[in-house]
């Protein structure tokens, strides 16, 4: 959907649900003429069934709104809903799909609209200066879309879709390309930006190596192991370092000392 507001910038809209079915967005986008955007503005709502724990993924999904692109202005509201299910909080991911899911879907709304090409749109409206500080708290350091985009289209060989999806269409069948870009917020604690994201901890980790006389060693750290098998990892690091069996290392979890 599409209109026009006063300065000449057109409006786009964006509406949707996440899987699940317990959270849905609408947003705008206002792009100039060339398909470059001025603004964003999206609307969150969420069910949090019976407690208020679900915030937490409106506060992620809001700091990933900027996407890879150069988005001047970034406005986002939440409206969390109570009711009376079981409590929802995040699992993994919490809130990355959602914020590229919003984004990703005006990009091709505005692709589809103004009939330029998905891959296009996207070159158009990446970051380039670095470091970038995004309007939503985080500022990138460093990043090459371009680069890894041009790599993609290579190994989908984009270039030779029209003749596969007229094969496709030959024998009676449909054929599709998307594209979705998405970005992630990697060492984003210990520092300031975790409390103004509503974070109740510094975020910060604990560790300690303790070597004992018999030769042996206990590594207490104050992550805890969620199936990602830390207790293989953190004991591989330690004995490379000190040149110990592995076997020798005991890992202790939940101990911030």
Known sequence: M?????RG?????AEGRTAGGNRG???????NP???????RVQWWLTLGTLRWGL??????HQHLA???TTPQ???EVKGVFTNTAPVDAYRGAGRPEATYVVERLVETVAKEMGIDPAEIRRRNFIRSFPYATPVGLTYDIGDYEVHLARALEKADVAGFAAR???SADKGLLRGLGYSCYIEACGLAPSNIAGALGARAGLFEAGEVRVHPTGKVTVFTGSHSHGQGHETTFAQVVADRLGIAMEDVDIVHGDTG
């Open 2 to 6: 599409v209109d026009h507001d006063l």
């Open 9 to 13: 910038l057109r409006r786009f809209l």
């Open 25 to 31: 967005s609408t947003a705008d986008e206002y792009r």
């Open 34 to 40: 060339d398909g470059t955007w001025d603004a964003d």
């Open 56 to 61: 937490g993924l409106a506060n992620q999904a």
């Open 67 to 69: 996407g890879q692109y």
């Open 74 to 76: 970034i406005f986002c």
């Open 165 to 167: 999806k007229k094969a």
